[in-house]
């Protein structure tokens, strides 16, 4: 299974404030929606909570929380980045999206295959941040630019970048099926996962 973060960044590495996103770009949120489509959508509880706590339709929405009772319908919700990947791949999907926010991020970048990434051309006072990375660490499959316009407040970019071999893009379906339902991470998973 191929692991997948998508993301929108400003300039100064800035996602959020307040538990909110800095910006209303419908683009960027067309984007989101094409590329995460009927996959697996994987987050940290307060990303789901800044989305009302709405589960995305159309999507498997994965919650990642420390809390052993929280619940909420129509929502898979795990105690680690780890038990989420394995959910998606014990449900065989080709490809699962990471979708935040930054302490979400922070822990799946070394995963990450592909970034689905959008470049918002502004320095915007922020609260939570995208990790340092390594840009050059991946190569750039997509890059579409975008000047702003009556809809859109900011120049942005959307850009698809593919790791150059650093992570492993597979975890088998055998793999995640013995990690979920028996607690039980053959070597290949957790060279993966760690
Ligand atoms: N620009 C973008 O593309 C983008 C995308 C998504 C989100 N955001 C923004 O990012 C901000 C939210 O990000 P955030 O960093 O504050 O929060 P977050 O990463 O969405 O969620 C953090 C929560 O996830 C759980 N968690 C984190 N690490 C865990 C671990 N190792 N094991 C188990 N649970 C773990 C904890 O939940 P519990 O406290 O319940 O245990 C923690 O409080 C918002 O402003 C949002 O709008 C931006």
């Known amino acids: 299974m191929i692991v997948s973060l998508i993301v929108a960044i400003s300039t100064n590495n800035a996602i959020g404030k307040n538990n909110q996103l800095l910006w209303h770009l419908p683009n960027d949120m067309k984007f989101f929606k094409n590329s995460t489509w009927a996959m697996p959508v994987i987050m940290g509880r307060k990303t789901f909570e800044s989305m009302n706590s709405k589960p995305l339709n159309g999507r498997l929405n994965i919650v990642i929380t420390r809390q052993k009772d929280w619940a909420i319908e129509g929502v898979e919700v795990v105690n680690s980045l780890e038990a989420a990947l394995a959910l998606a791949a014990a449900n065989d999907y080709r490809e699962s999206f990471i979708i935040g926010g930054g302490e979400i991020y922070r822990d799946a970048l070394p995963l990450a295959h592909k970034i689905y990434l959008t470049r918002v051309d502004a320095t915007i006072d922020g609260d939570t941040f995208f990790p340092e990375w390594d840009e050059s660490q991946y190569s750039l499959t997509h890059n579409d630019y975008h000047f702003a316009d009556a809809k859109h407040q900011y120049n942005y970019c959307l850009r698809n970048l593919q790791d150059n071999g650093t992570n492993s893009p597979f975890i088998s379906f ?17 060279d993966h996962l760690h």
């Open 174 to 190: 055998t793999d995640a099926f013995f990690h979920y339902w028996f607690g039980i991470t053959s070597p290949k998973l957790a």
